[in-house]
């Protein structure tokens, strides 16, 4: 009786004799009984590769010759795209091999399979465009730079607990789901755009310390980048209606001014402040409990007048 008890007492440390190892590669059924679903996945894929790649925009533009700056910020479109083609890829490549052995995959795997994914890509790319300088240097510059660094760091991204889709998209849990999907569509829309303008100011913004713009320029430069790092803050976090809008509010005003300095002299800027503007407003107002028990009401008068 005795001996039995202490042998149920007594239990194998865990992860030992090479077991890290394993445990590295990925992670038993136990620990992760659900699988990641393929929208996680591709939403981290595209997360990840469009900050990987708004970083080689940045590291292109201060390694450039001063006057060929201006190229990269229209240029940076095309920079996000390749990243989330590339980071889609890699996060199908990774929920496939998960779903080959149904284990959650572990960091080390993840960051193979990032790795493995690049090597991929840039195999392809060079049959179709084949490096024409035979240059050790840049050829393990290119290995450096286009394959281990994004491989491992989209590999470390995709198929963590990040959910960088909930986060673009998640609103109030109080609102009502009927008002909740205008709510998380506008979230959505000025969430991106507002990333987005962030990315274009931060060139913008080295633009023009790299021309040595004048200061007014260089003002304007930083005071867009403090403004969009301000909507950052504001449009992720979770404020309830009168204090966002109050923030909201102040943050918006020297855009509010530009728009009415602006008048008539360009177009094309006015309808983009302005549709900015609208979806700050939209955001703001699907997030009114007064709005939303304003539309409920006019949805009782409708169904008792028209339908009941």
């Known amino acids: 009786m005795t001996s039995n008890s202490a042998l149920s007492t007594y239990q194998k440390a865990p992860f030992i004799y090479g077991q890290n190892l394993q445990r590295n590669l990925y992670l038993t059924n136990s620990e992760e009984p659900n699988l990641l ?15 990987v790649f708004f970083l080689y925009a940045v590291v292109g533009i201060l390694s450039v010759n001063a006057y060929y700056c201006l190229l990269f910020i229209p240029a940076l479109p095309k920079f996000l795209a ?12 990774i929920w496939v091999s998960s779903r080959i052995v149904n284990r959650r995959l572990g960091m080390l795997s993840r960051g193979m399979l990032g790795v493995l994914g690049s090597a991929i890509i840039e195999s392809a790319l060079y049959l179709f465009y084949p490096h024409q300088s035979g240059e050790k240097d840049i050829l393990s510059w290119r290995i450096v730079a286009l394959i281990l660094i994004p491989g491992l760091t989209m590999g470390l991204v995709i198929g963590s607990r990040l959910d960088p889709w909930r986060a673009l998209v998640a609103g109030r849990r109080s609102i009502a789901a009927r008002w909740d999907v205008l709510a998380r569509i506008s ?5 991106l755009a507002v990333l987005f303008c962030f990315m274009e100011s931060i060139l913008m913004l080295i633009c023009a310390v790299r021309w040595h713009s ?10 867009a980048v403090g403004h969009f790092v301000l909507s950052s803050l504001l449009v992720f976090a979770r404020l309830k209606f009168v204090p966002l809008s109050l923030l909201a509010f102040i943050v918006n005003v020297p855009v509010v001014a530009w728009f009415l300095e602006l008048r008539g002299d360009s177009l094309i800027t006015l309808y983009v402040i302005f549709g900015y503007l609208n979806a700050w407003a ?15 009401a006019l949805n009782d008068e409708v169904r008792y007048y028209l339908i009941d």
Not at 82 to 93: D, N, Q, S
Not at 214 to 223: G, K, N, P, Y
Request: cysteine-free; charged content about 10%.
């Open 214 to 223: 004048r200061q007014s320029e260089i003002v304007f430069a930083l005071l």
């Open 37 to 51: 679903g393929i929208g996680r996945f591709v939403s981290q894929g595209a997360t990840s590769g469009a900050i």
């Open 82 to 93: 390749w990243g989330v083609a590339i980071g889609v890829f890699k996060g199908l490549l």
């Open 282 to 296: 939209t955001f703001l107002l699907s997030r009114s409990a007064l709005m939303h028990s304003a539309f409920a």
């Open 187 to 191: 979230g959505l829309i000025l969430r």
